[in-house]
C-alpha cells in the first residue's frame, strides 16, 4: 500500500508559522501532483494547495492565498507547505495527497495515494 507521511503540525500562536512536510512511503513522487488538504472538525475536507510534478505550477484556495506557499524537492523527495500569518480558523487535521500525472487540482478525487494526516492547532 502506496502511502504518504506528514510531519511538522503543532500548537502555535496566531500569528505564527509552520512548515509542513509530505514524504511518500516506498514510493518517488517525481511523477506524481501533491495537494494538500485540511479537515476541521464538523467541517468538510478542504483542498487548500496543489503542484504540479515539476513544481512550476501551484495553486492556492482564497482561504490561504498570500499566507500558504508550496514548494517541493524533487531530490529529497519532500513536498513541503510553509504556512504563516496562521489564525484560529486555521486549525484542522491537515493531509497531503498524491496524484500520478496530473497538474494538480484542489478537488480530493483526483488524488490516489493519501497521508495520515498532522494536526495543526492555532491558539494563544
Known amino acids: 500500500q502506496l502511502q504518504l507521511v506528514e510531519s511538522g503540525g503543532g500548537l502555535v500562536q496566531p500569528g505564527g508559522s509552520l512548515r509542513l512536510s509530505c514524504t511518500p512511503s516506498?514510493?518517488?513522487?517525481?511523477?506524481?501532483?501533491i495537494g494538500w488538504f485540511r479537515q476541521a472538525p464538523g467541517k468538510d475536507r478542504e483542498g487548500i494547495s496543489c503542484i504540479s510534478t515539476d513544481g512550476g505550477r501551484t495553486n492556492y484556495a482564497d482561504s490561504v492565498k498570500g499566507r500558504f506557499t508550496v514548494s517541493r524537492d524533487n531530490a529529497k523527495n519532500t513536498v513541503y507547505l510553509q504556512m504563516h500569518s496562521l489564525k484560529p480558523e486555521d486549525t484542522a487535521v491537515y493531509y497531503c495527497?498524491?496524484?500520478?500525472?496530473?497538474?494538480?487540482?484542489?478537488?480530493?478525487?483526483?488524488?490516489?495515494?493519501w497521508g495520515q494526516g498532522t494536526q495543526v492547532t492555532v491558539s494563544s
Open positions: 495527497a498524491a496524484s500520478y500525472g496530473i497538474s494538480g487540482t484542489l478537488h480530493s478525487y483526483e488524488y490516489d495515494y
Open positions: 516506498r514510493f518517488t513522487l517525481d511523477y506524481y501532483a
